[in-house]
């Protein structure tokens, strides 16, 4: 587990996002065991309550579950899963689009630029 960390967002807030695009890439499945607190606390060298509060927030956005003693997992709640895929790509869309319009780039010139763009980087 590789995470970049920033200086702008908490640790814990880091945390969450690289469970998201995991999520969201499918590299973790529903219902999928991950790492307990621990585990996850050692494998990113960050303390323990870190790691915890990452969990309970997880938990209360309803990305992961745990019941009783057992391993924490992804959820199984499809919707749950198609909101996170839909926030991670709104999130670059919003990034995009605030960049493009600073330099006043007409629309059609952007959508032609994309399409040129996302074509190409999928025969490579």
């Given at each position: 587990?590789?995470?970049?960390?920033?200086?702008?967002?908490?640790?814990?807030?880091?945390?969450?996002?690289?469970?998201?695009?995991?999520?969201?890439?499918?590299?973790?499945?529903?219902?999928?065991?991950?790492?307990?607190?621990?585990?996850?606390?050692?494998?990113?060298?960050?303390?323990?309550?870190?790691a915890?509060?990452?969990?309970?927030?997880?938990?209360?956005?309803?990305?992961?579950?745990?019941?009783?003693?057992?391993?924490?997992?992804?959820?199984?709640?499809?919707?749950?899963l198609?909101?996170?895929?839909?926030?991670?790509?709104?999130?670059?869309?919003?990034?995009f689009?605030?960049?493009?319009?600073?330099?006043?780039?007409?629309?059609?010139?952007?959508?032609?630029?994309?399409?040129?763009?996302?074509?190409?980087?999928?025969?490579?």
């Amino acid at each position: 587990m590789d995470i970049k960390y920033n200086n702008r967002d908490p640790v814990y807030v880091q945390v969450i996002r690289h469970f998201k695009e995991k999520i969201a890439t499918g590299l973790y499945g529903p219902g999928e065991e991950i790492p307990s607190r621990r585990e996850l606390a050692n494998q990113l060298k960050i303390n323990p309550n870190t790691a915890q509060r990452a969990y309970k927030e997880m938990e209360e956005q309803g990305l992961i579950f745990t019941e009783g003693n057992l391993p924490s997992r992804i959820t199984k709640d499809e919707l749950v899963l198609a909101q996170v895929r839909e926030e991670l790509i709104l999130e670059a869309v919003d990034a995009f689009v605030d960049s493009v319009r600073s330099i006043n780039v007409p629309l059609a010139e952007v959508l032609n630029l994309v399409e040129k763009k996302y074509n190409k980087e999928g025969q490579e």
